[in-house]
């Protein structure tokens, strides 16, 4: 079993920045593959981001591409999502996630951290 948690949401300005923190504890033996999903009020979850246990792979939404970054810190099972020039648009709430498979799913999941950008 292992657990996500996110943590760094919070509200910003439309074109103003936010890092997410996904920290994984338990069995983190891996391989892993981590990322992010999305939810935004009264839509479905949608993939944003993904990256390999090695951090050599990455997946991005196209929404996503050119604005956001994933790294990862494998001494720490940590993963970050650096979130630049943000939009109205990228308001969700966040979904840290992890997944013995590639592509990413979801099979643990964190609890979720809001991000609100205003206009």
């Known amino acids: 079993q292992v657990h996500v948690a996110e943590s760094g949401g919070g509200l910003v300005q439309a074109g103003g920045s936010l890092r997410l923190s996904c920290a994984a504890s338990g069995r983190t033996d891996g391989p892993y593959v981590m990322g992010w999903f999305r939810q935004a009020l009264g839509k479905e979850r949608e993939f944003v981001v993904a990256?390999?246990?090695?951090?050599?792979?990455?997946d991005y939404a196209d929404s996503v591409k050119g604005r956001f970054t994933i790294s990862r810190d494998g001494a720490e099972n940590t993963v970050y999502l650096q979130m630049n020039s943000l939009k109205p648009e990228d308001t969700a709430v966040y979904f840290c996630a992890a997944d013995r498979g590639w592509p990413l799913r979801g099979e643990f999941w964190g609890q979720g951290t809001q991000v609100t950008v205003s206009s």
């Open positions: 990256i390999s246990w090695s951090g050599s792979s990455t």
